[in-house]
RNA sequence: GGGCGAAUAGCUCAGCUGGUCUAGAGCGCCUGCCUUACACGCAGGAAGUCGGGGGUUCGAAUCCCUCUUCGCCCACCA
């Protein structure tokens, strides 16, 4: 039965969706039945997502180390799912509703919830369809959505369970708000920007003071000031220590402000005087709590400013009801310059936060929200680091993680949303019960009567995606997967969500199932552009991942984000270039397979084992590969162990190509034509290295090795997903075969160099006269004298000495035996007379004329040097680089003089 | 304001606990080759005072200090 030959370029779409086919139809994604756990979770993509480069990243390491468990013997689980992403999705399907000119309040929560519903439906599948194209060997039976029926009770019962314990508060105070999303942020959400603003000096006059004394309080939100309550100074700073107990004028208002002193003021920041304004403020928040200040809001929850209706009278001037914040601050500005209040206007540069799923600029606001006692719940987290049973990598990221917990604040978790957990509270109207429930009740639970009403509001995502490494496992069911699964060995994932959720999940699989949720977590970075960018839709700087499989195949791609990416630093692409991006991932496969392409058409049928062949009937090179083989194995293993995947790509990369395509391939070919001494030895080598090879490099590149290996005679139906992992067999390493092979090596470079100087065509071989500088040399030399011959294009091997045929000394070449002369890097010596190989007249013409050009070269690079004009004018740099064009051509042209000396010309 | 990371060939990066580094790889560049596995290739080659300065050491790209430039994270100075 013969396969049909082939084809002399790899071609990756031809082969690669069946190949996953046939994993999937052997069901090797599925653990094992035997074999000990060894469980990734994945980091579940937004469910409405669409697959990027960092997807890609993220995907290939885990399927990476998978892969390889896997081949170890593990039962190999990993286990895909998607996030149902509260206000990413929710954002989205606004978006398509406003093309049809709607809200989400034109169909209601019921209506607008069935929506994304269907939207989910209908999109919610395609990221993970979208992994399958670059090889994501998940178990695909166990794929879980954060929504699922099983999944949300799993969140339920972990609110409820919080609650019971006392760790679930409503608090009443500042938090960060979203005017566009209309919702309250976690801490994590709001997210620091560095940007330009002002700071704006603001007279408040002294009531009852002389004329124009005034305090001046520094502000960058002006509009803020219609929230005032007091104004605060620290209480031992000198210099504003006259104003305390003073009243002053609220500017545009009818109403006065006391002055009083709290120690958050920092008196040495603008003037010492600052206004409080708590709704609006967390800072001036505590404040207000510290002194039982009023707390009058002055926004509406789309931060428009509206009149609070305060008792002490009228805030928001009425020309600024309804006005937007930003609007509102220019108005007042103005009305302040007018009224000659406004002292100064400095520029000021400083952080804002905006809301990390629109960019709007989030507003402090007092509002009642849902928050999680977070302390009670880092401590074993932060335990279970310290003592070392948690590990990163890179280990610095242990730090940020462990200062995050140190330093833990209550989570803020109820959003102003519809998609999502809706939060499990419930409140009798009739007699005020409220308590959470893991079941809708239908009257209350303390009266028994009064209808029932729950909280409008739903949960941060997060508060679902912390339970992940378990509730997908069937959690807070006995399942059997669960007791099979958990924990987990390693989370993937990138640094920008060690807060939002891999603490978290460190602490509630600590706190709900009292065990780690995973043992390491491996942080890789980001992907970016050539300007180091994070790749983005916004700017356009991405690249597509079904584009780069589509041209130059998933293992390309593969490859690349695997090799380029050193454990912890960016990987850096070209979206403007994928050719030169991902050109070195598609031309190692396309040199695999044609290297596979060789050795399967020499292969015949199955070779013998390795174990059947006497060591006796192997050469050196077959010593030498074999050996060089079990160092592959170690390299590779070890590298995969330690996270080092790009070592342990790089390490199989050079193996094939340096070592078993570019040397033992080249000299093994004679062997393998036709039927001579030798041929059954060097097949079974080669069988035995290529199986190898396609191992070590199957969890990198999975498609073109599967490819191969079911081309490998013998190898029946059998898959290299699921075939054992390479052991390094120390019984044939053989440094000595190595030693020598490296001399055979150098050899053949030295006289591969010298013909490439000379000019000498490919066509004509040359003779080589060599003197060892040792018995190894000599011995290996001898031994190899045929490869050595052919891998040189050489006439004839002479070892100096030996031979009485041409006994010319390599130190002193004659006239009559023009040629060129070379050490090793071991003191060897090589003479390759060139008189019979080139015409040694033109060769002399050829390089005279090269070296008269060069001299011209050099005159006119000596005038450009000395002319003032070019030294006064040119920029340093320009000049540094045409002195160095100078010494570099300089150098040139003494060692043309060398060659014209060696070959004797006149 | 605090912390972390990076600075090595034109580009992207290795170089892990100081000495096989007279500093490597891939891409790019130069020269020659369509040599029956591969031109997505083969052979040969050029190219770096390892960001600046100081120090420790017999010896430093590698350790320490300092400066410069980039990047990231954290932070209630309004």
């Not at 000495?801 to 130190?811: D, I, Y």
Request: proline share 7%; with cysteine; aromatic share 8%.
């Amino acid at each position: 039965m013969t396969r049909p030959a082939l084809p002399p370029q790899y071609d990756p779409s031809a082969t690669e969706s069946s190949t996953y086919r046939r994993w999937q139809d052997a069901g090797v994604f599925q653990p094992r039945t035997g074999g000990e756990p060894y469980v990734i979770v994945m980091p579940p993509p937004n469910v409405t997502a669409v697959l990027h480069v960092g997807h890609g990243l993220n995907n290939t390491i885990q399927d990476v180390l998978i892969r390889f468990e896997r081949m170890r013997g593990r039962a190999a689980l990993w286990l895909p799912g998607t996030d149902h992403a509260g206000i990413a999705t929710q954002n989205m399907v606004e978006r398509l509703l406003a093309r049809e000119g709607k809200t989400r309040f034109d169909l209601g929560r019921e209506g607008f919830v069935e929506r994304v519903w269907q939207y989910v439906r209908e999109t919610g599948q395609t990221i993970l369809d979208q992994l399958k194209a670059i090889g994501a060997s998940c178990d695909w039976t166990r794929t879980r959505f954060t929504l699922d029926p099983g999944y949300s009770a799993a969140v339920r019962h972990t609110f409820v369970t919080l609650w019971e314990q006392g760790l679930i508060y409503r608090g009443h105070r500042v938090i960060h708000w979203c005017p566009r999303c209309l919702t309250a942020l976690s801490d994590e959400e709001a997210e620091f920007h560095e940007s330009d603003g002002k700071l704006y000096y603001i007279r408040y006059p002294v009531v009852g003071g002389e004329a124009g004394q005034a305090v001046v309080v520094a502000t960058t939100r002006p509009e803020t000031l219609f929230g005032d309550v007091v104004v605060a100074v620290h209480p031992e700073a000198p210099h504003t220590r006259w104003a305390i107990g003073r009243r002053v004028q609220l500017p545009l208002t009818h109403i006065a402000l006391a002055v009083m002193p709290d120690a958050a003021v920092d008196p040495q920041f603008g003037t010492g005087f600052v206004k409080v304004t708590p709704a609006h403020d967390a800072t001036d928040f505590e404040i207000g709590q510290r002194h039982g200040l009023p707390m009058p809001l002055i926004m509406d929850p789309e931060a428009r400013l509206r009149d609070p209706g305060d008792p002490v009278g009228r805030r928001v001037p009425e020309a600024l009801e309804g006005m937007d914040r930003f609007a509102a601050r220019k108005w007042t500005v103005a009305q302040l310059e007018a009224a000659g209040l406004l002292a100064k206007v400095e520029p000021y540069r400083h952080a804002i936060r905006r809301c990390h799923r629109c960019d709007t600029v989030v507003e402090p606001r007092l509002s009642d929200q849902w928050f999680v006692k977070m302390a009670p719940l880092a401590d074993p987290a932060l335990e279970a680091y310290r003592s070392g049973k948690l590990k990163f990598v890179p280990e610095r990221w242990g730090g940020v993680f462990e200062n995050w917990l140190a330093n833990i604040r209550d989570w803020n978790i109820s959003r102003q949303l519809w998609w999502g957990h809706r939060i499990p509270i419930f409140r009798c109207q009739a007699c005020g019960e409220e308590w959470a429930d893991r079941q809708d009740p239908a009257a209350c639970r303390r009266c028994g009567q009064g209808p029932v009403t729950q909280d409008p509001d739903v949960l941060d995502t997060w508060f679902s995606s912390w339970l992940w490494p378990f509730a997908t496992l069937g959690w807070p069911e006995e399942t059997d997967d669960l007791r099979r699964f958990y924990p987990g060995h390693t989370m993937v994932t990138a640094a920008e969500i060690i807060f939002f959720w891999v603490a978290r999940m460190v602490m509630a699989g600590l706190h709900f199932l009292g065990r780690l949720p995973f043992e390491w977590v491996y942080i890789h970075g980001t992907v970016r552009d050539t300007q180091h960018r994070k790749m983005s839709k916004s700017l356009g700087n991405g690249i597509d991942p079904l584009e780069v499989v589509q041209r130059y195949g998933a293992d390309a791609l593969r490859f690349t984000v695997v090799a380029g990416a050193p454990v912890g630093t960016d990987v850096i692409l070209d979206p403007k270039d994928l050719e030169t991006s991902f050109a070195p991932g598609r031309n190692f496969a396309n040199k695999l397979w044609n290297a596979g392409r060789l050795i399967l058409s020499t292969l015949g049928g199955a070779p013998e084992p390795l174990s059947a062949v006497p060591r006796a009937d192997l050469e050196l090179a077959d010593r030498w590969i074999l050996s060089r083989t079990q160092r592959a194995v170690k390299a590779v293993t070890e590298a995969l162990e330690r996270f080092r995947l790009n070592d342990a790509a790089g390490a199989a990369y050079h193996f094939l190509w340096d070592e078993l395509a570019d040397w033992y391939l080249e000299q093994v070919k004679p062997r393998l034509y036709g039927q001579v001494p030798g041929g059954e030895a060097a097949r079974a080598v080669l069988a035995h290295v290529f199986e190898t090879v396609l191992k070590l490099l199957h969890p990198v590149i999975p498609f073109i090795t599967e490819e191969l290996w079911s081309h490998l005679p013998g190898r029946g139906t059998t898959l290299l997903a699921t075939a054992p992992w390479p052991v390094a067999d120390s019984s044939w390493l053989d440094p000595d075969a190595e030693a020598r092979f490296a001399q055979v090596q150098a050899l053949v470079s030295a006289v591969r160099s010298v013909r490439a100087e000379y000019g000498v065509h490919p066509s004509r071989t040359v003779r080589a006269i060599v003197r060892p500088a040792g018995p190894l040399a000599a011995q290996a030399f001898e031994a190899e004298r045929r490869t050595i011959e052919r891998l040189a294009k050489l006439a004839s091997l002479t070892l100096d000495g030996e031979t009485a045929e041409s006994p010319v000394p390599a130190a002193q070449p004659q006239a009559a035996t023009a040629g060129a002369h070379a050490v090793l890097p071991d003191g060897s010596t090589v003479f390759v007379p060139l008189a019979d190989a080139i015409d040694v007249r033109k060769e002399c013409e050829r390089l005279s004329r090269e070296r008269e050009r060069l001299e011209r070269q050099l005159e006119a690079q000596a005038a450009r040097l000395a002319n003032p004009e070019f030294l006064s004018r040119a920029p340093a740099q320009v000049i540094e680089r045409e002195r160095a064009k100078e010494r570099s051509w300089r150098e040139q042209r003494d060692a043309l003089a060398a060659k014209l000396r060696d070959l004797g010309c006149s």
